[in-house]
Protein backbone atom coordinates (compact mmCIF):
# COMPACT_ATOMS: atom_id res chain seq x y z
CA UNK A 1 0.00 0.00 0.00
CA UNK A 2 1.55 3.44 -0.44
CA UNK A 3 1.70 0.04 1.95
CA UNK A 4 -1.86 0.01 3.55
CA UNK A 5 -1.33 2.73 5.38
CA UNK A 6 0.88 3.85 3.27
CA UNK A 7 -0.28 2.70 -0.10
CA UNK A 8 -1.70 5.44 -2.69
CA UNK A 9 -5.15 3.87 -3.32
CA UNK A 10 -5.12 2.52 -7.36
CA UNK A 11 -7.69 2.47 -9.62
CA UNK A 12 -7.63 -0.92 -11.81
CA UNK A 13 -10.15 0.91 -14.28
CA UNK A 14 -7.19 3.31 -14.86
CA UNK A 15 -5.89 0.98 -17.53
CA UNK A 16 -2.57 3.03 -19.04
CA UNK A 17 0.24 2.66 -16.44
CA UNK A 18 -2.16 0.23 -13.69
CA UNK A 19 0.77 -2.77 -12.83
CA UNK A 20 -1.30 -5.82 -11.33
CA UNK A 21 1.80 -7.23 -10.40
CA UNK A 22 2.32 -4.55 -7.95
CA UNK A 23 -1.61 -4.81 -7.16
CA UNK A 24 -1.22 -8.05 -6.43
CA UNK A 25 1.73 -7.58 -4.37
CA UNK A 26 -0.05 -5.26 -2.14
CA UNK A 27 -2.52 -8.52 -1.30
CA UNK A 28 0.57 -10.43 -0.94
CA UNK A 29 2.30 -8.00 1.76
CA UNK A 30 -1.20 -7.95 3.73
CA UNK A 31 -0.82 -11.76 4.31
CA UNK A 32 2.12 -11.39 5.25
CA UNK A 33 1.75 -8.27 7.96
CA UNK A 34 -1.45 -9.95 9.40
CA UNK A 35 0.70 -13.25 9.81
CA UNK A 36 2.92 -11.69 11.74
CA UNK A 37 0.69 -10.96 14.48
CA UNK A 38 -1.36 -13.87 14.28
CA UNK A 39 1.73 -16.80 15.54
CA UNK A 40 1.47 -16.31 19.50
CA UNK A 41 -2.59 -16.90 18.82
CA UNK A 42 -1.69 -20.03 16.66
CA UNK A 43 0.15 -21.50 19.45
CA UNK A 44 3.51 -21.23 17.54
CA UNK A 45 6.67 -21.71 19.85
CA UNK A 46 9.87 -21.44 17.81
CA UNK A 47 12.01 -24.25 19.03
CA UNK A 48 14.14 -25.90 16.21
CA UNK A 49 16.35 -24.26 13.52
CA UNK A 50 13.43 -24.63 10.79
CA UNK A 51 10.62 -23.10 12.54
CA UNK A 52 13.01 -19.98 13.46
CA UNK A 53 14.45 -20.18 9.52
CA UNK A 54 10.64 -20.29 8.71
CA UNK A 55 9.76 -17.47 11.19
CA UNK A 56 12.78 -15.55 10.01
CA UNK A 57 11.42 -15.46 6.19
CA UNK A 58 7.64 -14.60 7.53
CA UNK A 59 8.29 -11.51 9.91
CA UNK A 60 8.85 -7.77 8.99
CA UNK A 61 6.89 -7.96 6.13
CA UNK A 62 6.38 -4.25 6.44
CA UNK A 63 9.48 -4.27 4.41
CA UNK A 64 7.40 -5.04 1.04
CA UNK A 65 5.15 -2.55 2.20
CA UNK A 66 7.02 0.20 2.47
CA UNK A 67 8.85 -0.36 -0.86
CA UNK A 68 5.54 -0.62 -2.58
CA UNK A 69 4.88 2.63 -1.03
CA UNK A 70 7.99 3.62 -2.73
CA UNK A 71 7.39 2.36 -5.95
CA UNK A 72 3.53 4.06 -5.96
CA UNK A 73 4.81 7.02 -5.21
CA UNK A 74 6.81 7.51 -7.80
CA UNK A 75 4.57 5.53 -10.51
CA UNK A 76 1.35 7.41 -9.65
CA UNK A 77 2.37 11.02 -7.97
CA UNK A 78 5.71 11.76 -9.60
CA UNK A 79 4.33 13.54 -12.62
CA UNK A 80 1.18 14.83 -10.97
CA UNK A 81 3.39 16.11 -7.85
CA UNK A 82 0.96 18.74 -5.25
CA UNK A 83 2.75 18.36 -1.63
CA UNK A 84 -0.42 19.98 -0.24
CA UNK A 85 -2.72 18.05 -1.75
CA UNK A 86 -1.08 14.80 -1.08
CA UNK A 87 -0.43 15.49 2.99
CA UNK A 88 -4.33 16.78 3.03
CA UNK A 89 -4.99 13.23 1.53
CA UNK A 90 -3.06 11.54 3.86
CA UNK A 91 -4.11 12.90 6.97
CA UNK A 92 -7.70 12.74 5.71
CA UNK A 93 -7.57 9.02 5.00
CA UNK A 94 -4.42 7.63 7.40
CA UNK A 95 -4.11 9.60 10.22
CA UNK A 96 -7.44 10.47 11.22
CA UNK A 97 -8.91 6.89 10.83
CA UNK A 98 -5.83 6.23 12.68
CA UNK A 99 -7.08 8.54 16.01
CA UNK A 100 -10.36 7.38 15.60
CA UNK A 101 -9.70 3.29 15.59
CA UNK A 102 -6.64 4.57 18.81
CA UNK A 103 -9.08 6.70 21.24
CA UNK A 104 -11.06 3.51 22.05
CA UNK A 105 -8.01 1.94 23.50
CA UNK A 106 -6.61 5.13 24.90
CA UNK A 107 -8.50 5.72 26.93
CA UNK A 108 -8.93 1.80 27.56
CA UNK A 109 -4.96 1.89 28.76
CA UNK A 110 -5.57 5.16 30.64
CA UNK A 111 -8.28 3.73 32.64
CA UNK A 112 -8.43 0.06 32.76
CA UNK A 113 -5.91 -1.36 31.14
CA UNK A 114 -2.77 -3.69 31.78
CA UNK A 115 -1.21 -2.97 35.08
CA UNK A 116 1.33 -1.70 35.03
CA UNK A 117 -0.19 0.01 32.08
CA UNK A 118 1.98 0.40 29.13
CA UNK A 119 2.58 3.97 29.45
CA UNK A 120 3.90 3.67 32.93
CA UNK A 121 5.82 0.17 31.47
CA UNK A 122 8.02 1.93 29.08
CA UNK A 123 7.92 5.39 29.83
CA UNK A 124 6.74 6.24 33.21
CA UNK A 125 4.03 8.27 32.39
CA UNK A 126 1.28 8.95 35.52
CA UNK A 127 0.03 12.19 33.71
CA UNK A 128 -3.84 11.28 31.08
CA UNK A 129 -3.16 14.13 28.91
CA UNK A 130 0.81 13.34 28.71
CA UNK A 131 -0.45 9.25 28.38
CA UNK A 132 -2.63 10.16 25.56
CA UNK A 133 -0.10 12.21 24.22
CA UNK A 134 2.44 9.49 23.95
CA UNK A 135 0.10 6.62 22.76
CA UNK A 136 -0.75 8.69 19.50
CA UNK A 137 3.23 9.88 19.02
CA UNK A 138 4.09 5.83 19.70
CA UNK A 139 1.46 3.72 18.35
CA UNK A 140 1.32 1.51 20.97
CA UNK A 141 -2.99 1.28 21.46
CA UNK A 142 -3.05 -1.55 19.12
CA UNK A 143 -0.18 -4.03 17.57
CA UNK A 144 0.94 -2.64 13.71
CA UNK A 145 -0.26 0.86 14.99
CA UNK A 146 3.26 2.20 15.16
CA UNK A 147 3.57 2.53 11.46
CA UNK A 148 1.36 5.37 11.33
CA UNK A 149 3.68 8.07 13.45
CA UNK A 150 6.59 6.68 11.19
CA UNK A 151 4.55 6.47 7.71
CA UNK A 152 3.22 10.38 8.22
CA UNK A 153 6.89 11.55 8.69
CA UNK A 154 7.90 9.63 5.65
CA UNK A 155 4.82 11.15 3.78
CA UNK A 156 6.08 14.49 5.04
CA UNK A 157 9.40 13.87 3.35
CA UNK A 158 8.36 13.78 -0.03
CA UNK A 159 9.52 17.12 -1.40
CA UNK A 160 12.67 15.74 -0.49
CA UNK A 161 12.63 12.07 -2.32
CA UNK A 162 11.26 14.68 -5.58
CA UNK A 163 14.48 16.36 -4.89
CA UNK A 164 16.30 12.94 -5.24
CA UNK A 165 14.44 11.62 -8.28
CA UNK A 166 14.99 14.53 -10.39
CA UNK A 167 18.98 14.80 -8.79
CA UNK A 168 18.90 10.93 -9.84
CA UNK A 169 20.36 10.47 -5.97
CA UNK A 170 18.33 7.87 -5.30
CA UNK A 171 20.98 5.00 -4.79
CA UNK A 172 23.60 7.37 -3.61
CA UNK A 173 21.34 8.12 -0.26
CA UNK A 174 19.59 5.07 -0.28
CA UNK A 175 22.77 2.96 -0.21
CA UNK A 176 24.77 4.18 3.17
CA UNK A 177 20.99 4.49 4.83
CA UNK A 178 21.03 0.60 3.97
CA UNK A 179 24.09 0.12 6.24
CA UNK A 180 23.23 2.45 8.35
CA UNK A 181 19.67 0.80 8.76
CA UNK A 182 21.46 -2.88 9.66
CA UNK A 183 23.29 -1.16 12.53
CA UNK A 184 20.66 0.71 14.77
CA UNK A 185 17.75 -2.07 13.98
CA UNK A 186 14.26 -1.32 14.78
CA UNK A 187 13.39 0.11 17.83
CA UNK A 188 12.72 -1.70 21.17
CA UNK A 189 8.90 -2.05 21.10
CA UNK A 190 8.58 -0.17 17.96
CA UNK A 191 8.26 2.80 20.21
CA UNK A 192 10.33 5.37 18.52
CA UNK A 193 8.75 6.63 15.38
CA UNK A 194 12.29 8.33 14.65
CA UNK A 195 14.40 5.59 14.48
CA UNK A 196 11.64 3.29 12.47
CA UNK A 197 11.83 6.04 9.80
CA UNK A 198 15.23 5.45 9.38
CA UNK A 199 14.98 1.86 9.34
CA UNK A 200 12.57 1.79 6.64
CA UNK A 201 13.82 4.92 4.37
CA UNK A 202 16.33 3.32 2.37
CA UNK A 203 13.79 0.66 1.59
CA UNK A 204 11.33 3.19 0.49
CA UNK A 205 13.99 4.92 -1.51
CA UNK A 206 14.62 1.36 -3.34
CA UNK A 207 11.03 1.26 -4.32
CA UNK A 208 11.09 4.81 -5.80
CA UNK A 209 14.06 3.77 -7.69
CA UNK A 210 12.78 0.52 -8.41
CA UNK A 211 9.62 2.48 -10.13
CA UNK A 212 12.11 5.09 -11.77
CA UNK A 213 13.86 2.50 -13.82
CA UNK A 214 11.59 -0.65 -14.36
CA UNK A 215 13.35 -1.21 -17.80
CA UNK A 216 16.14 -1.64 -15.47
CA UNK A 217 14.96 -3.38 -12.65
CA UNK A 218 12.27 -5.63 -14.25
CA UNK A 219 15.07 -7.49 -16.69
CA UNK A 220 17.60 -7.63 -13.87
CA UNK A 221 15.37 -9.90 -11.13
CA UNK A 222 13.97 -11.59 -14.14
CA UNK A 223 17.38 -12.98 -14.98
CA UNK A 224 18.98 -13.49 -11.24
CA UNK A 225 15.45 -14.58 -8.86
CA UNK A 226 16.22 -17.66 -7.81
CA UNK A 227 19.68 -16.66 -7.26
CA UNK A 228 18.07 -14.17 -4.60
CA UNK A 229 15.48 -16.54 -3.42
CA UNK A 230 18.68 -18.88 -2.15
CA UNK A 231 20.29 -15.93 -0.81
CA UNK A 232 17.26 -15.36 1.22
CA UNK A 233 16.50 -18.65 2.19
CA UNK A 234 20.42 -18.64 3.15
CA UNK A 235 20.18 -15.24 5.10
CA UNK A 236 17.22 -16.65 7.02
CA UNK A 237 18.79 -19.98 7.95
CA UNK A 238 22.12 -18.05 9.12
CA UNK A 239 20.30 -15.76 10.79
CA UNK A 240 18.16 -18.43 13.11
CA UNK A 241 21.52 -20.19 13.39
CA UNK A 242 23.57 -17.58 14.80
CA UNK A 243 21.35 -14.81 16.01
CA UNK A 244 17.59 -16.38 16.50
CA UNK A 245 14.52 -15.76 15.40
CA UNK A 246 12.68 -12.87 14.46
CA UNK A 247 13.04 -8.67 14.14
CA UNK A 248 16.00 -8.00 16.60
CA UNK A 249 14.44 -4.31 18.19
CA UNK A 250 17.11 -2.37 19.61
CA UNK A 251 18.24 1.07 21.11
CA UNK A 252 19.33 2.64 17.85
CA UNK A 253 22.73 3.44 19.44
CA UNK A 254 23.21 0.09 21.19
CA UNK A 255 26.09 -1.98 19.30
CA UNK A 256 24.85 -5.54 17.92
CA UNK A 257 24.74 -7.90 15.05
CA UNK A 258 23.70 -6.84 12.04
CA UNK A 259 20.38 -7.22 11.07
CA UNK A 260 20.17 -9.91 8.34
CA UNK A 261 16.48 -9.68 7.91
CA UNK A 262 16.17 -6.78 6.13
CA UNK A 263 18.95 -7.57 3.12
CA UNK A 264 16.52 -10.97 3.18
CA UNK A 265 13.77 -8.97 2.84
CA UNK A 266 14.85 -6.50 0.09
CA UNK A 267 15.77 -9.87 -1.90
CA UNK A 268 12.26 -11.55 -1.06
CA UNK A 269 10.50 -8.28 -2.17
CA UNK A 270 12.73 -8.48 -5.76
CA UNK A 271 11.88 -12.38 -5.99
CA UNK A 272 8.24 -12.05 -5.56
CA UNK A 273 7.98 -9.01 -7.75
CA UNK A 274 9.92 -10.93 -10.73
CA UNK A 275 7.75 -13.81 -10.13
CA UNK A 276 4.60 -11.43 -10.51
CA UNK A 277 5.55 -9.67 -13.22
CA UNK A 278 6.11 -12.96 -15.46
CA UNK A 279 1.78 -12.83 -14.68
CA UNK A 280 1.16 -9.27 -15.21
CA UNK A 281 -1.47 -9.91 -17.97
CA UNK A 282 -3.18 -11.62 -15.45
CA UNK A 283 -5.60 -10.48 -12.91
CA UNK A 284 -5.78 -12.45 -9.79
CA UNK A 285 -9.12 -11.81 -8.22
CA UNK A 286 -8.44 -12.92 -4.97
CA UNK A 287 -5.34 -10.80 -4.62
CA UNK A 288 -6.86 -7.70 -6.25
CA UNK A 289 -9.83 -7.82 -3.81
CA UNK A 290 -6.90 -8.27 -0.71
CA UNK A 291 -5.60 -5.35 -2.23
CA UNK A 292 -8.38 -3.27 -2.53
CA UNK A 293 -9.13 -3.37 0.84
CA UNK A 294 -5.52 -3.85 2.32
CA UNK A 295 -5.45 -0.77 3.77
CA UNK A 296 -8.45 -1.19 5.64
CA UNK A 297 -7.17 -4.85 6.59
CA UNK A 298 -4.43 -3.24 8.23
CA UNK A 299 -6.33 -0.88 10.65
CA UNK A 300 -8.88 -3.63 11.92
CA UNK A 301 -7.06 -6.87 12.03
CA UNK A 302 -5.02 -6.00 15.23
CA UNK A 303 -9.00 -5.47 17.13
CA UNK A 304 -9.02 -8.99 16.42
CA UNK A 305 -5.34 -9.74 16.96
CA UNK A 306 -4.76 -7.65 20.08
CA UNK A 307 -7.27 -8.00 22.82
CA UNK A 308 -7.55 -11.60 23.49
CA UNK A 309 -3.49 -11.05 24.97
CA UNK A 310 -4.30 -7.56 26.18
CA UNK A 311 -7.46 -8.06 28.59
CA UNK A 312 -7.27 -12.22 28.71
CA UNK A 313 -3.24 -12.09 28.93
CA UNK A 314 -3.10 -15.26 27.08
CA UNK A 315 -1.65 -15.37 23.46
CA UNK A 316 -2.37 -18.80 23.16
CA UNK A 317 -6.41 -18.27 21.74
CA UNK A 318 -7.01 -21.54 20.71
CA UNK A 319 -5.31 -23.61 23.59
CA UNK A 320 -2.76 -25.36 21.17
CA UNK A 321 -0.21 -25.11 24.55
CA UNK A 322 2.70 -24.38 22.11
CA UNK A 323 1.79 -27.29 19.69
CA UNK A 324 1.47 -24.75 16.38
CA UNK A 325 3.39 -24.55 13.59
CA UNK A 326 3.22 -22.66 10.70
CA UNK A 327 0.49 -24.34 9.60
CA UNK A 328 -1.90 -23.64 12.38
CA UNK A 329 -0.19 -20.01 11.88
CA UNK A 330 -1.37 -19.58 8.38
CA UNK A 331 -4.50 -20.96 8.92
CA UNK A 332 -5.50 -18.33 11.89
CA UNK A 333 -3.91 -15.47 9.55
CA UNK A 334 -6.49 -16.27 6.61
CA UNK A 335 -9.03 -16.13 9.50
CA UNK A 336 -8.37 -12.91 10.73
CA UNK A 337 -7.67 -11.47 7.36
CA UNK A 338 -11.55 -13.07 6.03
CA UNK A 339 -13.29 -11.89 9.46
CA UNK A 340 -11.22 -8.16 9.01
CA UNK A 341 -12.25 -8.40 4.99
CA UNK A 342 -16.01 -8.56 5.75
CA UNK A 343 -16.12 -6.53 8.77
CA UNK A 344 -14.33 -3.92 6.33
CA UNK A 345 -17.07 -4.15 3.67
CA UNK A 346 -19.74 -3.98 6.34
CA UNK A 347 -18.55 -1.04 6.98
CA UNK A 348 -17.84 0.11 3.59
CA UNK A 349 -21.95 -0.50 2.70
CA UNK A 350 -22.82 1.33 6.19
CA UNK A 351 -20.87 4.20 5.98
CA UNK A 352 -20.46 4.68 1.91
CA UNK A 353 -17.84 6.96 1.06
CA UNK A 354 -17.12 8.34 4.80
CA UNK A 355 -15.75 4.81 5.31
CA UNK A 356 -12.69 6.25 4.46
CA UNK A 357 -12.25 8.10 7.77
CA UNK A 358 -12.91 5.48 9.33
CA UNK A 359 -10.78 2.45 7.81
CA UNK A 360 -8.80 4.28 5.08
CA UNK A 361 -10.99 2.42 2.24
Known sequence: M???????????????????????????????????HCYRPAGWQLETLADKAWFNLMMNGTVF??????????????????????????????FVPYLLLSLPWIIWHITAGTDPALHVLYADIDKPAVAASWYVITGRTLTAYWYIPMGMM???????????????????????????????????????????????????????WGSAHRDKLFPFIDKYWLVMLVIAILLAVGQAYWFGAGVL????????????????????????????????HISIKPLQKLAEVSFAIYFIHPWLTTPWWMIYESPDLFG??????????????????????????????????????????
Do not use: C
Request: hydrophobic content about 55%; cysteine-free; charged content about 15%.
Open 154 to 208: LFALSPWVMHLIKRQHLLIVAIPLFIIAMIIHRPESNLNAIQSLFYFLPVYLFGV
Open 249 to 280: NKAAFEFTVPDLMLPQKILLTLVILAILNKFE
Open 65 to 94: FVFISGFLFHHVFYHRWDYKKYMKSKTKFV
Open 320 to 361: FNGQGNILTTLIVTMGVIFISYFIAVALKKVLSKKSRYLIGW
Open 2 to 36: ETNAATPKVNPAEKKGFLNSINHFRGIAIIFIVMA
